[in-house]
């Protein structure tokens, strides 16, 4: 694929290779493992409004951030459209330079309350929601499906509406709600979409590989590819893309991985955090399935440091 610069706003991301907005996974940490190893933007775990409205402090946390992080970009769940423009203007989300709406989650729960995917069905409140936002004056992206019904897809019409509601960029994940997160992605209805609006559209959803990102391209004619789950499980996959040299080994990302989290959270986030991190890289890794138990078993940070090398040695 053709890698280049991408405005988004009054923003140039460095790449057009981008990490998906993961729950428990995109924290601080692992967001600036992904921007050093060539990302071009990253998001905060998907946050809820609702929940940010009435402070809630487990929801606060998955805002942290830095003056280090190159570019700040949270992912912010709300159907309410007042809710979703007072949160957008807040103090808690001063310090963002993008926020994203989920307009994606497949869910139940989430679906059900209006939120994600559903507001792919009610198009003047899911337009309300982004010019809510946009008066918040930060730039502000959609990330949505190419439909809810895998027999009927719209997702050309919902990014006209996006784009005419202000947002300025949109990702869409190449299937429907109803498909989750199984199935072949639908290229033809991301291509569509690409052709019926003039803002930057990231093509998400079954990339599991550098060839398959490739093929994602032409296949789509996206601006870029967004990259999810496999990111977990091969972090070099921006490297591979980019051309950005890496220079460290699976090993040294997770130890610096361990240090960054304890730096800025506790000891029971940081041993839960990497457990899952090496589980994902453990996953193709020869003899590994061994120490998968003592890993879950480790009852200290010496102990899980210690498991992480002779995995990852």
């Known amino acids: 694929m ?9 923003l140039m991301l460095p790449s057009n290779v981008l990490m998906a907005p993961l729950a428990g996974y995109t924290c601080y940490p692992f967001r600036m493992m992904a921007y050093e190893l060539g990302a071009g933007l990253c998001f905060t775990e ?15 946390r998955l805002l942290f951030t830095t003056k280090e992080e190159p570019i700040r970009a949270i992912q912010l769940l709300g159907g309410i459209p007042a ?7 807040s103090e808690l989300l001063e310090t963002f330079d ?64 996006c784009e005419d509601a202000g947002a300025d960029m949109i990702t869409i994940h190449g299937r429907s709600r109803s498909m989750m997160y199984d199935g072949d992605c639908c290229y033809e209805e991301i291509a569509r979409a690409k052709a019926a ?16 990102a490739d093929r994602m391209m032409e296949r789509t004619g996206a601006d870029g590819v967004m990259i999810a789950r496999y ?41 839960a955090y990497i457990r899952k991190l090496a589980s994902y890289g453990m996953k193709k890794r020869k003899g590994t399935k061994k120490y998968k ?19 990852f040695s």
């Open 2 to 10: 053709e890698i280049k610069t991408l405005r988004v706003g009054g």
């Open 46 to 60: 998907m946050s809820s409004a609702n929940a940010l409205k009435y402070r809630d402090q487990a929801t606060r």
């Open 83 to 89: 809710v979703m423009e007072k949160t957008a203007s």
């Open 98 to 161: 993008i926020i994203d709406i989920n307009m994606g989650c497949p869910v139940p729960n989430v679906f059900k309350s209006g939120e994600g995917s559903a507001l792919m069905l009610d198009q003047p409140r899911a337009a309300a929601i982004i010019r809510g936002c946009k008066k918040s004056g930060k730039i502000v992206t959609v990330k949505c499906r190419t439909g809810i019904r895998k027999e009927d897809m719209f997702a050309a019409e919902f990014a006209r509406v």
């Open 197 to 212: 609006v003039s803002i930057p559209v990231i093509a998400n959803g079954g990339i599991f590989s550098a060839e398959e």
């Open 231 to 271: 990111a977990l499980e091969n972090p070099f996959i921006f490297s591979e893309l980019t051309g950005k040299y890496a220079g460290k080994s699976t090993l040294q990302l997770i130890l610096e991985q361990m240090e960054l989290t304890l730096t800025y959270y506790d000891e029971t986030f940081t041993m």
């Open 293 to 311: 138990e003592q890993l879950y078993r480790s009852g200290s940070m010496k102990e899980l440091r210690e498991i992480i090398i002779r995995i």
